[in-house]
């Protein structure tokens, strides 16, 4: 190597005498407001007072934690064997479903959009649609195009299934080629509605276009429905249980191939995902075991209603309790016993869980995420002795608090856990000033208030932009767990040895 | 370069477009060109721009509401600008862009922070403006150091009927503090680029000449269109007070509304990002007489040129600070060249990027030796391909909103050791192992501009070029 060169980037340079100078020059030309203040606004946003107002806030949503339909509706899409997610609106959308993904997953995300603009808010956007199906078919190849709809078509009220017919008409695609559809307005529900509401389309398309549900053909199959999930880890080690346990199974909805693809010198626009003609023979199987419930309540009631199925809807199996009731689970759709082998599993988990327990004992916690993540998140706490306190759930209904209430109120862990639905991170900011924790646990946009709060964040959840790779390792089962457990305690111990006066920078923890 | 080789490029085009059905075929031919002598002498570009996408081609735009929350409002430190509308695009958007500014975040720096009106099913029945109004009120209260709120539209806003003028007339009045409404629906225009300048008419509408410079000197000039990604306009600010000037404003990295307000004050604007702020630029010069140049701070020739060009409209005494602040970065510019030039020599760069860097980086590429085989931008205009096309060699492959298929197909035919694009683009070239760097977000690296951004530059590149992990592409098995 060459000689080193003293090269600053950001994170260094400004610090610079001269940069500061710099910026203190420059408060002039802001009109910049005093330090004194920014120091008292610093402490009025930490009072009581504060907290009172920004709870009575009825329209200023701040620092929301959920996002918006169609986002859900691409990563359905994503999920089965050569589907291109197709957005019907205005093109912008599409680009923020694709780079927000892609921050995430570190994985390119193919999707299109029809490209709509003020011709089309006028006379409505047909003709976007059926070229968009002709050029997306041309370029991208797909065996099945999934559409979702943007706002902007929502409000206008595009008729999907009749442009879609017409395109079959003008012979932009073929009779036979499949386009399943769903509305997902996004000034309703969130991403898991769009998820739940595209997946529920796309099972309803597959299953019914060549056939007679009501004809079944025994099997002793079992169906898979992961929901909203963003951890492709939790894909291998769902398959890795359901093999263990020899159950024969279908995912329905894989998207873990695609948004974990090999680097190997070539490049396809999809990967893996569930075979069309799986889904056509999913009414046959036995049952159905969703992963999630509140982003698979049309999806659960669809299979219930239609294929005449049997449905374990249970939320993320996160720690050993819910694990344990997943074997269960799916002991119970298949008959299968649960190998000696996962149960030696469980008992080196509860050994790791042992070995750390002191630490994590009456810790104090605040934790944000999507319904069925926290319902998982709150099972694991209280098994080890966290203490949840401050629950946000932007996206959360009624249903969900009470479950979640109800869950806190098993456990003497659980007391001081309030959960708060259809609030934000702003407000969760408010609720750390006035009421300190010793951690938290969210997705990247609570580093923010946790900050402010000096708290460590335990990155758990959607999305995860600012650290890698989180995702590849499941959070779900036994091996989950131990992962879970593990960022947690570490994250604690650093903590330990970051504020550690010297006597106590211990060698051994 | 030969006949034979820019015939093949003729053909490497041809054979792009014959995927395409007929119709979109027709109009995608026209976005493509291969550079050829005439054209860099003469200037003149065939490349179509500012038109509509085709539907269904995965373009790389976005849209209005991108162009103005995303590029030129949000950046202003000192104001709440909100996402008016469904939850989505403010969330999509929130502190991605790495547009830094001093500050404590929300407190007087609300940045990084996605303030949005979250519409339900109900404000698009009942229309929205009631809560924006309410909406407007909760945030003086929540953010008592805010000097100003701006009004973001998303697409539900201009489709339902929403008087959102009359409620920052009404709101502004109210609160003491300026409330913009911006009407940068997402369906308006083609790309980011008319939300670039229905933002710069917001800003003319409602706040240019409004605030006053308290004493005006003869070297103060403003920074147009540096969005301080990475701490580009610092790194770009140093240099200008160290030849002499006084910067008044920053439009908009690090910016605030005092500064929109002051800067028909200044004696000379300087735009660095043409394609989003010249509608600005170009209005005050009208209004106010101010003149303004564009000048180019990626890589030390281009950088030096500028330099020059600035220092050209004041006395001699700016152009001798010049020429020593010039002299004083020579060595340090010398011993980066040094040490990355052979790294990098010969290197094959393809671009695709917004509406500026796409050209405005090639001399930064070649000041390292490296080549620029292919570029073109997301959401430029014709004025951006003339100012292009002379800066580019024989040879070039120039495009306009090339989509994915497109700009992965070329990446491949014109074997290429290094791709800039964005975030979208990045990991398809991981798979690849063709090495890529982000030119939107510097890769969450920077700053890049000025004399320091281009010693991060140069190592970025060469990190991306020479880093060891490519050679395991290669399987043995």
Redesign the interface.
């Given at each position: 190597m060459?000689?080193k060169?003293d090269?600053?980037?950001?994170n260094t340079?400004?610090q610079a005498e001269?940069?500061q100078k710099?910026?203190e020059?420059?408060r002039?030309?802001?009109?910049?407001?005093s330090v004194q203040?920014?120091e008292d606004?610093?402490e009025?946003?930490k009072t009581e007072e504060y907290k009172e107002?920004?709870f009575n806030?009825?329209?200023?949503?701040?620092?929301?934690a959920?996002?918006?339909q169609?986002?859900g509706a691409v990563l359905a899409a994503l999920g089965f064997e050569g589907t291109l997610p197709?957005v019907h609106?205005?093109?912008?959308?599409v680009?923020?479903?694709?780079?927000?993904f892609?921050?995430h997953f570190?994985?390119?995300?193919?999707?299109?959009?029809?490209?709509?603009?003020?011709d089309?808010?006028v006379f409505g956007g047909m003709r976007?649609?059926i070229?968009?199906?002709?050029?997306?078919t041309?370029?991208?190849k797909p065996k099945m195009i999934a559409v979702s709809t943007?706002?902007?078509a929502e409000?206008?009220g595009d008729d999907l299934s009749a442009f879609i017919e017409n395109a079959r008409i003008e012979g932009a695609i073929d009779q036979e080629f499949p386009v399943p559809f769903a509305n997902t307005?996004?000034?309703?529900g969130?991403h898991i509605t769009g998820y739940d509401s595209m997946m529920r389309s796309i099972l309803a398309y597959l299953s019914e276009k060549n056939g007679d549900l009501s004809y079944k053909i025994p099997s002793e199959k079992v169906n898979i429905i992961t929901g909203f999930d963003t951890y492709t880890g939790n894909f291998s080690e769902l398959k890795r249980i359901l093999e263990l346990m020899d159950v024969d199974y279908t995912f329905l909805g894989d998207h873990s191939d695609n948004l974990d693809?090999?680097?190997?010198?070539?490049?396809n626009y999809y990967y893996g995902g569930t075979k069309l003609d799986d889904v056509a023979q999913a009414h046959n199987a036995n049952g159905t075991l969703l992963l999630q419930k509140y982003s698979t309540k049309k999806v659960t009631k669809y299979i219930n209603k239609k294929w005449k199925q049997d449905t374990i809807a249970v939320s993320s199996p996160l720690g050993i309790k819910n694990t344990d009731q997943l074997l269960k689970n799916i002991k119970e759709l298949t008959g299968k016993d649960i190998p000696q082998v996962l149960k030696d599993e469980r008992g080196r988990v509860v050994d790791a869980l042992a070995d750390s327990h002191p630490y994590l004992h009456g810790k104090r916690v605040a934790m944000t995420g999507d319904p069925d993540l926290l319902l998982g998140l709150i099972s694991f706490c209280l098994e080890v002795g966290i203490e949840p306190v401050h629950i946000v759930c932007t996206n959360g209904d009624k249903n969900f608090a009470e479950e979640a209430e109800a869950l806190l109120k098993t456990s003497p862990y659980g007391m001081e856990g309030k959960v708060h639905i259809g609030k934000d991170l702003?407000h969760m900011?408010s609720l750390l000033l006035t009421e300190p924790v010793d951690f938290a646990i969210g997705g990247t946009?609570m580093k923010?208030c946790a900050k402010?709060a000096e708290i460590p964040l335990v990155r758990v959840g959607f999305p995860i932009?600012d650290r890698h790779h989180m995702h590849r390792y499941p959070i779900i089962g036994y091996q989950g767990t131990l992962n879970l457990l593990t960022l947690i305690v570490n994250t604690i111990l650093q903590q330990l040895d970051d504020e550690a006066p010297a006597h106590s920078f211990d060698a051994v923890r | 370069m030969s006949t034979k080789e820019i015939t093949d490029r003729h053909k490497i085009l041809e054979e792009l477009l014959e995927v395409y059905p007929e119709r979109t075929k027709k109009f995608k031919k026209k976005h493509f060109q291969v550079v050829e002598e005439e054209n860099i002498e003469s200037g003149k570009c065939s490349v179509k721009s500012n038109i509509k996408s085709r539907p269904g081609v995965m373009t790389i735009r976005g849209c209005a509401y991108a162009g103005s929350k995303g590029v030129v409002w949000g950046p202003i430190k000192d104001m709440i600008h909100i996402s008016h509308g469904p939850v989505g695009c403010g969330q999509y958007s929130w502190g991605t862009r790495r547009n830094y500014a001093n500050g404590t975040l929300g407190v007087n720096n609300f940045t990084a922070m996605q303030v949005t009106s979250d519409f339900q099913e109900r404000d698009i029945v009942f229309g929205g403006d009631k809560k924006l109004e309410a909406l407007c009120k909760e945030v003086k209260e929540m953010f008592p150091l805010a000097k100003g709120i701006s009004i973001q539209s998303e697409c539900p806003v201009g489709l339902i009927g929403d008087d959102i003028e009359a409620v920052g007339k009404r709101m502004t009045k109210e609160l003491g503090i300026p409330v913009v409404p911006v009407r940068c629906e997402g369906f308006r225009g083609v790309s980011q680029s008319l939300g670039h300048h229905i933002a710069n008419d917001t800003i003319r509408d409602h706040v240019m000449g409004t605030r006053e410079l308290e004493e005006a000197g003869p070297y103060d000039v403003a920074i147009i269109g540096d969005y301080n990604i990475g701490g580009d306009a610092w790194a770009s600010r140093i240099l200008l007070e160290e030849i002499g000037l006084r910067v008044i404003a920053q439009w908009s990295g690090d910016g605030s509304i005092n500064e929109l307000g002051i800067t028909h004050k200044s004696k000379l604007n300087l735009i660095h990002c043409y394609r989003s702020m010249n509608y600005m630029a170009k209005t005050m010069e009208k209004e106010y007489g101010i003149p303004w140049m564009e000048y180019n701070f990626f890589g030390p020739s281009k950088t030096i040129e500028s330099l020059r060009a600035i220092a050209a409209h004041f006395d001699e005494t700016i152009q001798a600070n010049a020429e020593r602040v010039i002299a004083a970065y020579k060595a340090e510019m010398d011993e980066v060249i040094e040490k990355y030039r052979p790294r990098l020599e010969g290197k094959k760069v393809m671009l695709i990027i917004g509406g500026l860097r796409a050209r405005h980086t090639i001399g930064a590429y070649e000041d390292l030796g490296m080549e620029i085989v292919a570029t073109g931008y997301e959401f430029a205009h014709k004025d951006d391909y003339e100012k292009t096309i002379v800066e580019l060699k024989e040879g070039t492959v120039l495009y306009d909103d090339p989509g994915a298929f497109d700009v992965e197909f070329l990446s491949d035919k014109l074997d290429i050791d290094l791709m800039g694009a964005g975030v979208k683009e990045k990991y398809v070239y991981h798979k690849l192992g063709i090495p890529f760097r982000q030119m939107h977000s510097w890769d969450y690296s920077g700053p890049y501009h000025g004399f320091d951004g281009f010693k991060v530059f140069a190592q970025d590149m060469d990190i991306a070029i020479n880093s060891p992990i490519w050679s395991l592409m290669d399987s043995p098995f």
């Open positions: 060459t000689k060169l090269i600053k980037d950001h340079l400004f001269k940069y710099q910026a020059g420059k002039v030309f802001e009109a910049a407001c203040e920014v606004t610093v009025l946003l107002k920004n806030r009825e329209a200023a949503v701040i620092n929301p959920k996002a918006c169609p986002l197709f609106g205005s093109q912008g959308c680009a923020y479903f694709r780079s927000h892609a921050r570190k994985e390119p995300v193919p999707a299109v959009s029809s490209s709509m603009t003020e089309g808010a976007n649609l070229e968009g199906l002709e050029n997306s041309a370029l991208y943007t706002c902007m409000v206008i307005p996004s000034f309703v969130s693809s090999p680097a190997n010198g070539e490049y702003w900011r946009h923010y402010d932009f | -």
